[in-house]
């Protein structure tokens, strides 16, 4: 008896020490798989942000006036309740006032701006600031660039700002005849041809 109760023991305690083994086996392979893990992530991230600075390096900031045009153009947002994209264009984006390496590769014709998403760098070309007439105008520009800041495609884009157009006060009573508002209607109906299929509306336009 005494033989057998010893026999047991002697099996308890050495299948404790197995279990012990492969748990620290176990913890041991997680450890090195986190770690690894973890090496890959930071080296992914600085991968990200190198890219970045070489977006931001490769190009120049706008000039103190073309920053007070941003700047008021995104108050006149404000103050007409687009707080989402507000706060898109103030917390998130970087503007530059050239194009950095990776723009230059793309042709641009008749560009207001341009938005690298998710690296959130909006970059101003010259009709911002001359073929927009006023602030409202580069408010619109402004607001169609935050769509992308939020990971839109152009369709979404076009469409969001022909929607909510007369909100922002630019609308064909007061801006009809610029050369941005015919423009921009025409790539409106080129890229959002959805919001144009209202026979029964003025122009079929279905925000009308």
């Not at 970087?94 to 690296?119: I, Q, V």
């Not at 970059?123 to 939020?150: I, N, P, Q, S, W």
């Amino acid at each position: 008896m005494g033989f057998m109760l010893r026999h047991v023991a002697n099996c308890y305690t050495l299948f404790i020490s197995q279990g012990r083994v492969l748990a620290l086996f176990a913890f041991d392979v997680l450890l090195a798989i986190l770690q690894q893990t973890a090496t890959h992530a930071a080296c992914a991230v600085l991968a990200v942000i190198a890219f970045y600075l070489s977006l931001v390096s490769s190009s120049l900031p706008p000039t103190q006036y073309q920053q007070g045009k941003i700047d008021d153009a995104i108050q006149l947002l404000a103050d007409r309740g687009f707080s989402e994209e507000v706060f898109l264009l103030k917390g998130t984006a970087t503007f530059r006032g050239t194009d950095h390496w990776l723009n230059s590769l793309t042709h641009k014709e008749n560009a207001y701006a341009s938005t690298n998403f998710p690296f959130q760098i909006v970059t101003l070309y010259g009709d911002f600031y001359t073929k927009a007439v006023d602030d409202t105008e580069r408010a619109m520009v402004l607001m169609h660039e935050a769509r992308h800041l939020m990971g839109e495609d152009e369709n979404q884009a076009y469409a969001y700002v022909w929607r909510h157009r007369k909100q922002l006060g630019w609308k064909l009573e007061t801006h009809g005849n610029t050369e941005s508002y015919v423009t921009i209607e025409q790539q409106t109906r080129e890229m959002a041809p959805e919001i144009f299929n209202c026979p029964d509306k003025p122009l079929e336009d279905c925000t009308e």
